[in-house]
């Protein structure tokens, strides 16, 4: 079965240094997110793509995050500078159109530790 | 606005015995309900999902979920628990407009004792 690629599986960056996350979703798949996942907390979106296109970064810190996707197909979360704050897991998950009848595949996710 | 409300932060449960997992929500109108499972260092996967219908829906590995509109509930259950259940369960709930992301509630972590 296709899968949701991510590298890398952790990453330790110190505070102030950038660091990107990297996602491949599953082939055909228009719609692309990125959730953080804090230590025993649940997934929590912080930017959704259709295609290459925003939908929702409402939640994205853009003071200090960026998201692109800039062919539609693979994407990238960047954090610069990086604080402690922002240690926790990165998923990224894709579904083919968005809606709720095509369910979100998710990848193994980033573990990022600021130190 | 939309939540879910997972109340049970740990539960253990012996192998063999049956498991209950509550979930609440809170929706202005009908939504979309998912339970996901995510073992340790691993993303989500979906277990099962209710969009409307016969409210007893079925999932994978044998858990089925109850959706009770009169309770914003959807609880998930499972008469015989194995030791390869032990995660971590999100109920997750998705407003019912195309391309809205999920809203996922803390999570309950599943411990099976033998």
């Known amino acids: 079965e296709a899968e949701v690629a991510q590298s890398p599986r952790y990453k330790i960056t110190e505070k102030s240094q950038a660091v990107a996350f990297w996602c491949d979703p599953i082939?055909?798949?228009?719609?692309l997110y990125w959730y953080r996942q804090i230590l025993g907390q649940g997934p929590e979106l912080l930017v959704q793509?259709?295609?290459?296109?925003?939908?929702?970064d409402s939640q994205l810190p853009k003071d200090r995050f960026s998201a692109e996707r800039l062919k539609g197909v693979d994407s990238t979360l960047k954090i610069q500078p990086a604080e402690l704050g922002d240690s926790a897991m990165y998923l990224c998950?894709?579904?083919?159109?968005?809606?709720?009848?095509?369910?979100?595949?998710f990848g193994n996710g980033t573990r990022l530790t600021v130190t | 606005a939309q939540s879910v409300t997972q109340p049970d932060i740990h539960i253990t449960v012996s192998e063999g015995a049956s498991l209950e997992l509550r979930c609440n929500y809170s929706?202005?109108?009908?939504?979309?309900l998912f339970w996901y499972v995510q073992s340790p260092g691993q993303g989500l996967q979906l277990l099962l999902k209710?969009?409307?219908?016969?409210?007893l829906v079925q999932g994978i590995k044998g858990f089925e979920a109850e959706f009770k509109r009169s309770q914003s509930s959807f609880n998930l259950r499972k008469p015989s628990v194995h030791w390869s259940d032990a995660a971590e369960y999100f109920c997750?709930?998705?407003?019912?407009?195309?391309?809205?992301?999920?809203?996922f509630g803390k999570g309950t972590t599943l411990s099976v004792s033998s």
């Open positions: 209710y969009f409307s219908g016969d409210t």
């Open positions: 793509f259709q295609d290459e296109s925003v939908v929702d």
């Open positions: 929706y202005g109108a009908t939504p979309y």
């Open positions: 998950a894709s579904s083919r159109d968005g809606g709720h009848n095509s369910p979100l595949h």
């Open positions: 997750a709930v998705g407003p019912n407009q195309a391309g809205t992301a999920l809203i």
């Open positions: 082939s055909g798949h228009a719609t």
